[in-house]
Structure formats: structure tokens, C-alpha cells
């Protein structure tokens, strides 16, 4: 290569044509990162622009970008790349990803950088476009399953007037009781079906905190236990020893453990087995924090596993409100990890919560980042 | 039938409510009631003693009210049961599919939580072909034509639903 053809301000025709030609953004710029060059679709997109600083050119900025790429590639010389959003010269909004790589001259000099840049803008629009059907489809299956459970309620009080008249019409001081009872039962279930609605419609960000996982564990041995021994369950809690403390929103753990444990409890008083025993372990494994809650009780069988994390689903007759372990997913999904179930009908179940540890403490940093500046509790 | 010429009713729900409702229903309308709350149950139950119609929920733990039907429709007697089925689900994803498999075949109906117990000892008399009021008659063939009318809508083109609404609109 000449002397000419690694300085960007002097290419002859042939580089020219060629880099005008390229069907992306193609700019140069030096250590001032001010752009010496830039080809024609660069100048269509963002408008004419020589010797001004990039970020201005870029974003209508005065200072440099966070986490600059090109200032990366003058650090190390490697190639970078980054997904920003820039400004055009119609003050359009256009999202694009960039890649830098070193250019440097015939004594191996990083004078500049080269930005390639392509305009994704239509597919990020595509994508928000999806998300939001993916709303609506959420809202609309939310919707669909409030109206179920209602439907299951103005069932019981249907029933319940229907017994209260014909108590009446009787005169049956027993059969006026039953119906009031089936009334009182389900204005009650309203009410826990609109306080589980609220507390799973309420989206927020887990508040992080660095906790230790066997304490909440035997948080939840101590709710638990009374109840358990009262119906002859064993409740056991299984700590390993190598667990540490992490970033966890500790009351979104309590409610998850709650619901996993209260559910394992039932399963065990449907069983007609001797010998119920529900454990709660915590354990790592390779980087990942696990919880499990395993019992022997009655088990899930194929049909309902396929369902049980659905909006409103319940097998629990009058007792559930089908929204437990849907909450326990969202809290889960909030911390970025998972839940997953084994289970046969009739041998019991085990329920994990896999927490991704670099995950936890990739929201921890945001987290306290995000906090900065502002009160928590700010909405 | 059993001994004392009543029709036996089966009532299987998970839901206690539910069950003592459509019982106390049923009894009142002169018929012998047994109820159980799973599938499991129920099966157990009709081998002991066959019901004249079975009264069904469709989501249920153990066995659901789907499967039921299907291990009912593969013994040749049990096959010959009426069955009505009591859901809550009938127009959503959890219950639909169970549905359009019991539609197909074998003898039934499919009423809606929540039922008026006239409209459900209705629709169970119709079933038997039992002699009905002409009132109860008339409750039945409500029923039949609530459904059919709302499976059409349901099944129908929207844009040809909305076009039939501005259609409407500009004739009042």
C-alpha cells in the first residue's frame, strides 16, 4: 500500500468510488475524534460533516459518548462494536449498530479510526411492534382468566342464594345456613382474588440486597412449621454449606419460597400417603443459587403440569385464585433466573428456582446505579 | 335408574360449593344425586353403580373432566352415559381445547359458569328426554340456541362482524 492510500484525507478516485459506494455508514476519525471523512450515505442520513467532532455529527452532543467504541480501538486496537442511537439531519431518531476498527499509517501509527456503522432502525421498530402485541396479548389472556375466576365465584353465590331460598321456602333453619355460608365463602374469595390481582399486577424492579439464602429458608421453616406438624408433615430445611450471601429482592424470594412451600403442604394433605414430608433446600451450583422445594404429596400429573404456570389456573377447588405460582415466576423471571418442576402424579413434586449469580449481580450494579441520584422509592 | 325409579345423577366438581348447589338443585327436581370430586373418583363410582347422566366439570385435579370423558367413551357401556358439561371454561385457552375433543362425539351438552339451577335441571330433563314443563322446554331450547349463536360469533370472520355492526348502526 502507498504512502497515499493509508491517509484517508488523501485516497484516490478508485478508494473513493468505492467508499462511497458501500451500502452502510462509513466515517474516519481521528484522535480529536473529529471526522475527516465520511461517505455519501453518512452524509444523507446525518448530514454534511467535516472536521466536527463525531458525537456532534452522531448525536448532537457537546461531550463524548459513554462507552465509545472508538475510543476503545485507540486504547487496544482491536475492533469494537456497540448499538446506539443517533439523531439525522431531520432530527429523526435512527438506531444503529456501530463496529470500529484501527486504520493506521505505514509505520504502524493508530492515527484513525475507521466507524462502520448500519442503520437498524426499521428493525427496532419491527421489535417494538412485537412487544407491544405481546402486551396486549398478555392483557387480553389477563382479562380472560380474571373473567374465569369471576365466573367461578358468581357460581358459588348463585348457588348460595339458590340454597338460602329454598332453606327459606322450607323453612330449613340448616339448609339457610348452608347457603349464607356458600355467600360468605365466596365474598371472601373476591376479596383474596382482588388483593392477588393487585399484587400481580404491581410491575416493579426486585429490590436488590445482599442476603443470606439459608436465612430466608429458615424464615420460611419458622412461618411453616406450626402448620406442617399440625398436619403431621415434616418440614425440613437443607442448607449446603458452601452457600454465600446475594443480591436478592428478599421479599420476593419470601413470596416465592410462600407460595412453593404452601403448595408442596397441600399437595401433601391431598395425598393420602403417611410419612409427608416437604423439604427446603438451598444450594449452589456451578455460579448458580438453587432453591428447591421438594414433597412426597400427591404429585402433578402431565395434563396440569402443561397449565400451572398459566394466569388463574387452580386445581385447588374454592382455594386458590390460580395466581400463586404465576407471581412466583415473575418474581423469579425479575431476578433473571428460572423455575422448573419435576414431578410424577402420585410421587411428589420438586419445584427449582435456578438464580444465575452473574446475572444477580449484573442487576445489582444496576440497581445501585439507578438508585443514585434518585430516592428509591421514587416513581 | 336406581331402585326407587328416580334418575341417578353423578355430579362431579372439584368445587364443594358447586357441588352442594347443583345437588341441591337436582334433588329438588326429584332426582337421586351422587357426587364425587375428581375423576378418579367418579370412575370409581360408575363401575360400582351406573348413572343415568353425569354432570361435569372440565378442569380438575387428578383426573380432569376431558380425560374422564375419554376413558368413559372407551368402555362400550359407559360410552352410552349423557353428559353435561358445567364449565368455567368454555371460552378460554385452558378450556377449549378439552372442549372441541368432547364435542365431537358421544351424547352432551356444555352449559357456562355460572348456571340458574331452572336452566341446568332444564337442559339435564331435555337430556333424558324427560316431560318437561313448557317452560323448562323453553329454558332448554334457550340454552341450545345461546350456544349455537355464541360459537358462531366466535368462530365468525371480524371483519365480517364488523361489518354487519356498521351495517346495523346505519339502518337504526
Keep these: 500500500m502507498s504512502e497515499s492510500s493509508t491517509n484517508p484525507e488523501q485516497w484516490d478516485d478508485g478508494y473513493e468510488i468505492l467508499f462511497n459506494s458501500v451500502p452502510c455508514y462509513v466515517t474516519v476519525i481521528d484522535r480529536d475524534f473529529r471526522i475527516v471523512r465520511a461517505n455519501d450515505a453518512f452524509h444523507d442520513s446525518f448530514g454534511y460533516a467535516p472536521n466536527i467532532h463525531c458525537y456532534e455529527v452522531y448525536k448532537h452532543r457537546d461531550t463524548k459518548c459513554r462507552g465509545c467504541p472508538a475510543e476503545k480501538t485507540f486504547g487496544d486496537s482491536k475492533i469494537h462494536r456497540s448499538n446506539q442511537v443517533g439523531v439525522g439531519k431531520k432530527g429523526q431518531k435512527i438506531y444503529y449498530t456501530v463496529r470500529t476498527s484501527a486504520l493506521k499509517d505505514v509505520r504502524r501509527n493508530l492515527t484513525h479510526v475507521i466507524e462502520i456503522s448500519n442503520d437498524v432502525t426499521p428493525l427496532r421498530k419491527l421489535e417494538e411492534r412485537v412487544r407491544q402485541a405481546e402486551r396486549l396479548g398478555a392483557v387480553g389472556q389477563t382479562v380472560a382468566g ?202 411428589g413434586a420438586r419445584f427449582e428456582m435456578h438464580f444465575p449469580r452473574k446475572r444477580l449481580l449484573e442487576l445489582y450494579r444496576q440497581s445501585t446505579r439507578n438508585s443514585k441520584g434518585q430516592p428509591a422509592n421514587s416513581k | 335408574m336406581a331402585d326407587n325409579g328416580k334418575k341417578k345423577i353423578m355430579v362431579v366438581d372439584d368445587e364443594a360449593d358447586v357441588r352442594t348447589f347443583l345437588m ?85 351438552i356444555y352449559l357456562e359458569k355460572p348456571v340458574k339451577p331452572e336452566n341446568y335441571v332444564a337442559a339435564i330433563k331435555s337430556i333424558l328426554k324427560m316431560d318437561t314443563s313448557t317452560e323448562e322446554k323453553e329454558a332448554s331450547e334457550m340454552i341450545k340456541l345461546r350456544n349455537s349463536l355464541k360459537d358462531a360469533i366466535d368462530e365468525a370472520d371480524k371483519g365480517v362482524l364488523k361489518k354487519l355492526k356498521r351495517l346495523m348502526e346505519n339502518k337504526t
Aim: glycine share 10%.
Design chain 1, 146 to 347: 380474571l373473567a374465569h375466576s369471576i365466573k367461578n365465584i358468581l357460581m358459588g353465590l348463585e348457588g348460595g342464594k339458590y340454597i338460602v331460598s329454598l332453606g327459606l321456602e322450607k323453612n330449613n333453619k340448616e339448609m339457610i345456613n348452608q347457603g349464607w355460608e356458600m355467600l360468605e365463602r365466596n365474598f371472601d374469595k373476591t376479596t383474596s382474588l382482588v388483593k392477588d390481582f393487585l399484587s400481580f399486577s404491581k410491575g416493579r424492579l426486585p429490590r436488590l440486597e445482599i442476603v443470606d439464602p439459608g436465612k430466608l429458608v429458615m424464615e420460611i421453616v419458622d412461618l411453616y412449621k406450626e402448620v406442617a406438624s399440625r398436619s403431621s408433615i415434616e418440614l425440613a430445611p437443607e442448607i449446603d454449606d458452601g452457600v454465600r450471601s446475594a443480591p436478592l429482592d428478599p421479599s420476593g424470594i419470601h413470596t416465592c419460597l410462600t407460595n412453593l412451600v404452601s403448595n408442596a403442604l397441600d399437595a401433601c394433605l391431598a395425598s393420602d400417603k403417611k410419612g409427608t414430608k416437604v423439604t427446603i433446600r438451598v444450594k449452589e451450583k456451578k455460579g448458580v443459587l438453587i432453591f428447591q422445594v421438594e414433597d412426597n404429596g400427591s404429585g402433578i400429573d402431565y395434563e396440569i403440569k402443561k397449565k400451572i404456570f398459566t394466569t388463574f389456573f387452580t386445581t385447588k377447588g374454592g382455594g386458590g385464585t390460580g395466581l400463586g405460582l404465576l407471581t412466583t415466576r415473575k418474581i423469579i423471571e425479575e431476578h433473571g433466573g428460572t423455575i422448573s418442576v419435576v414431578s410424577q402424579s402420585g410421587k
Design chain 2, 24 to 108: 341441591a338443585a337436582l334433588i329438588e327436581a326429584g332426582f337421586d344425586v351422587v357426587v364425587a370430586q375428581d375423576g378418579d373418583v367418579a370412575l370409581r363410582m360408575i363401575a360400582e353403580e351406573l348413572p343415568d347422566l353425569i354432570s361435569l366439570d372440565l378442569v380438575m385435579p387428578h383426573k380432569s373432566g376431558a380425560k374422564l370423558y375419554h376413558e368413559l367413551l372407551k368402555h362400550k357401556e359407559w360410552s352410552k352415559i349423557p353428559v353435561v358439561i358445567v364449565t368455567g371454561h368454555a371460552r378460554d385457552d385452558l378450556g377449549k381445547s378439552d372442549l372441541k375433543d368432547l364435542t365431537m362425539s358421544g351424547p352432551g
